[in-house]
């Protein structure tokens, strides 16, 4: 049998479905939506696979051939120039100027007077546009969403981090967008984001104009079973042998986030090991976390005390539902609940902790789970 090359565990990007694990089912739900014109809003918590599973869908989309698929991520972009200059800047990229909808993009363009330069590393064109007023931003944009909804095939737009709109500094970016989208037939969107709480206000407040105007989809963490088998054989493929508590032992200690495991994965699968034991991943668990200490103290230096110790307890206990009982509080020695409640507010806005709600109660995590787990640790 050939034996795999590169590490099958990558933690930045997409490389392929042969390396994506699962998510069947959301795969299952996101084309069925995307081919009934309805528009989806995905969320979960950051590094959970998102922005991942959108190329997923991409590469199943592209091979039908049904979709021009554009993907833009406008975490950097501050305002509604911004935004149109990336978005721009992706269809051009994603849609080559050899097929002739390229070149008649780049001809509606030219229009707005652009300056296209072209990246010296990578031969990607990069957009910047002028605009004398702000009216000529929001004319512009009309005029890409129009050109896009005259083609002759769909086209589906994701855009990853869509919380960011809520900082630009115009008040009306939600009302132009939804106002433009709402009017557009050949075209459908994916909003993602990991600011539940931002996502959860833009799409599902009454007073938004984006309320109710999309489907939304949660991102759960993968199956475990599923994962441990998935992880098993990307080893075996490999040539290697790793036994099935190693596998427990990475699933557990990661908490099967997508992140974390491919993390310890990829470390595992770097080593020479050619049969790995759960003593082999303990060891490479410790040494990980000891290379990443010193950044972990600075952490230290920017909360309060009473927030270093309320992360500390909740890294401690795993997970807390009621952070505000006496018990917890005493036993941590966290001080008053109205004391532990600010804290608790302010790790949430800094996103050093991370809050789940269920039906009947909210838990509480520390977002990055090997910080977490260090912290449990030396503590
Ligand atoms: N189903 C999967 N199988 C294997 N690896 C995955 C899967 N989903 C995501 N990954 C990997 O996990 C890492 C995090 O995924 P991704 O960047 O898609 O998460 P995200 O939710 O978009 O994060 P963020 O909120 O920070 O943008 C990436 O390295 C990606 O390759
Ligand atoms: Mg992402």
Same mark, same amino acid.
């Given at each position: 049998?050939?034996?795999?090359?590169?590490?099958?565990?990558?933690?930045?990007?997409?490389?392929?479905?042969?390396?994506? /694990?699962?998510?069947?089912?959301?795969?299952?739900?996101?084309?069925?939506?995307?081919?009934?014109?309805?528009?989806?809003?995905?969320?979960?918590?950051?590094?959970?696979?998102?922005?991942?599973?959108?190329?997923?869908?991409?590469?199943?989309?592209?091979?039908?051939?049904?979709f021009y698929c554009i993907y833009t991520d406008i975490y950097a972009t501050q305002s509604v120039k911004d935004f149109t200059e990336c978005l721009s800047q992706m269809i051009l990229r994603q849609i080559p100027e050899q097929k002739s909808?390229?070149?008649?993009?780049?001809?509606?363009?030219?229009?707005?007077?652009?300056?296209?330069?072209?990246?010296?590393?990578?031969?990607?064109?990069?957009?910047?546009?002028?605009?004398?007023?702000?009216?000529?931003?929001?004319?512009?944009?009309?005029?890409?969403?129009?050109?896009?909804?005259?083609?002759?095939?769909?086209?589906?737009?994701?855009?990853?981090?869509?919380?960011?709109?809520?900082?630009?500094?115009?008040?009306?970016?939600?009302?132009?967008?939804?106002?433009?989208?709402?009017?557009?037939?050949?075209?459908?969107?994916?909003?993602?984001?990991?600011?539940?709480?931002?996502?959860?206000?833009?799409?599902?407040?009454?007073?938004?104009?984006?309320?109710?105007?999309?489907?939304?989809?949660?991102?759960?963490?993968?199956?475990?079973?599923?994962?441990?088998?998935?992880?098993?054989?990307?080893?075996?493929?490999?040539?290697?042998?790793?036994?099935?508590?190693?596998?427990?032992?990475?699933?557990?200690?990661?908490?099967?986030?997508?992140?974390?495991?491919?993390?310890? /994965?990829?470390?595992?699968?770097?080593?020479?090991?050619?049969?790995?034991?759960?003593?082999?991943?303990?060891?490479?668990?410790?040494?990980?976390?000891?290379?990443?200490?010193?950044?972990?103290?600075q952490y230290r230096r920017l909360l309060s005390p009473v927030q270093w110790q309320l992360l500390i307890a909740i890294a401690k206990e795993g997970s807390?539902?009621?952070?505000?009982?006496?018990?917890?509080?005493?036993?941590?020695?966290?001080?008053?609940?109205?004391?532990?409640?600010?804290?608790?507010?302010?790790?949430?806005?800094?996103?050093?902790?991370?809050?789940?709600?269920?039906?009947?109660?909210?838990?509480?995590?520390?977002?990055?789970?090997?910080?977490?787990?260090?912290?449990?640790?030396?503590?």
């Amino acid at each position: 049998m050939a034996v795999n090359k590169i590490n099958p565990f990558p933690t930045t990007g997409y490389i392929g479905k042969e390396y994506f /694990c699962d998510r069947e089912t959301e795969l299952t739900t996101l084309k069925s939506l995307v081919k009934n014109g309805v528009n989806t809003t995905l969320i979960s918590p950051r590094r959970l696979g998102k922005s991942a599973l959108i190329h997923r869908l991409f590469e199943e989309l592209e091979t039908t051939k049904s979709f021009y698929c554009i993907y833009t991520d406008i975490y950097a972009t501050q305002s509604v120039k911004d935004f149109t200059e990336c978005l721009s800047q992706m269809i051009l990229r994603q849609i080559p100027e050899q097929k002739s909808i390229g070149n008649r993009f780049l001809d509606l363009l030219k229009a707005f007077h652009p300056v296209i330069s072209y990246d010296p590393l990578s031969g990607q064109p990069e957009i910047s546009l002028e605009f004398t007023e702000n009216k000529a931003v929001e004319k512009t944009l009309a005029s890409i969403f129009h050109f896009l909804d005259s083609q002759n095939k769909p086209i589906l737009i994701a855009i990853d981090e869509f919380q960011q709109i809520a900082n630009y500094p115009e008040t009306n970016t939600e009302s132009i967008l939804r106002s433009h989208i709402q009017r557009l037939k050949n075209v459908h969107f994916i909003f993602s984001g990991s600011n539940k709480h931002m996502m959860v206000e833009l799409f599902n407040s009454a007073k938004r104009p984006f309320f109710s105007s999309t489907r939304m989809l949660s991102l759960p963490v993968i199956d475990k079973d599923i994962y441990s088998s998935f992880i098993h054989d990307k080893f075996k493929d490999g040539g290697r042998e790793i036994q099935p508590e190693a596998v427990q032992f990475i699933l557990d200690w990661t908490r099967s986030h997508t992140y974390y495991t491919q993390t310890i /994965c990829n470390l595992v699968y770097a080593s020479p090991l050619k049969r790995i034991k759960e003593e082999d991943v303990k060891n490479i668990c410790d040494s990980f976390l000891a290379s990443q200490q010193a950044m972990y103290i600075q952490y230290r230096r920017l909360l309060s005390p009473v927030q270093w110790q309320l992360l500390i307890a909740i890294a401690k206990e795993g997970s807390v539902s009621q952070p505000q009982s006496k018990y917890f509080l005493e036993k941590y020695n966290i001080g008053t609940p109205s004391n532990s409640k600010r804290a608790l507010d302010a790790l949430l806005t800094k996103e050093m902790i991370y809050q789940e709600d269920d039906l009947e109660s909210s838990r509480y995590q520390v977002y990055d789970v090997f910080l977490s787990r260090w912290l449990e640790r030396t503590f």
